[in-house]
Nanobody
Framework: QMQLVESGGGLVQPGGSLRLSCAAS??????MGWYRQAPGKKRELVAI???????NSADSVKGRFTISRDNAKSTVYLQMNSLKSEDTAVYYC?????????WGQGTQVTVSS
């Protein structure tokens, strides 16, 4: 059974940085990416990366967040810089194989002074 395990969340001050990682237990051949969900809000796409490295991200994080992946390790990363209070959310990674989508359990990111 496929499992995605996230790490790297935590508490950071505004303007700080965090790096999230998400490792899959088996190979991911499709897109991988990150969503987030803040309290009282819908889950929203943060960034996505295809197997060949093409990326797309939400306008709210462009220029601050960078997504990358290591296909050999079936791992996707999210480097988050210049964090703002509005980035506070639970961050979920996902991966696709064909018609199947797999999700991580979520990791909390809190941006607060």
């Amino acid at each position: 059974q496929m499992q995605l395990v996230e790490s790297g969340g935590g508490l950071v001050q505004p303007g700080g940085s965090l790096r999230l990682s998400c490792a899959a237990s088996r190979s991911i051949f499709g897109a991988m990416g990150w969503y987030r969900q803040a309290p009282g809000k819908k889950r929203e796409l943060v960034a996505i990366i295809t197997p060949d490295g093409s990326t797309n991200s939400a306008d709210s994080v462009k220029g601050r967040f960078t997504i990358s992946r290591d296909n050999a390790k079936s791992t996707v990363y999210l480097q988050m810089n210049s964090l703002k209070s509005e980035d506070t959310a639970v961050y979920y990674c996902y991966g696709r194989n064909g018609l199947s989508t797999y999700w991580g359990q979520g990791t909390q990111v809190t941006v607060s002074s």
